[in-house]
């Protein structure tokens, strides 16, 4: 899957992938937006196609019920979907950390843009674990994935 991998950060050990950009811990989230790449937003166009004619000159129609959402860096196209679906912001997923790594203790440790930005996710360790049989230990995590 690291070749699907376009932007990420973390904290902690490197990745078996090796990519990305290595944080110190506890770095506020505009370091996190801009070293995981998600320092982009996600617009949108009204759907337009072209429709032959006899003459060869084809008239450009909308399809309303349908929008395309593509990226405001790069104008690259991630994904049609229907005029109700609500765009959340690249940003928006770190953003929701916010304050459970400032007042919960909940600490960032990835942040990744994958397949051109048509997959974003982040993952926080919660501080709470748990050992099973005494031996292995389990932490807590948890993440936010959008999928376009």
Known sequence: MSHLLENMAYVGETPWHGLGNQLTPKQPLEVWVQQSGMDWQIKESPVRFMAESADNLGAIHSFPEQKVLYRSDSKEALSVVS????????????????????????????????KGGRKLWALARTGQS?????????????YYFLYH
């Open 83 to 114: 005029q109700r679906y609500k765009i959340v912001q690249p940003r928006e997923i770190l953003e929701f950390y916010r304050d459970l790594t400032q007042l919960s203790g909940y600490e960032l440790e990835t942040a990744v843009v994958l």
């Open 130 to 142: 748990t050992a099973l049989k005494g031996k292995d230990v389990v932490n807590g995590y948890t």
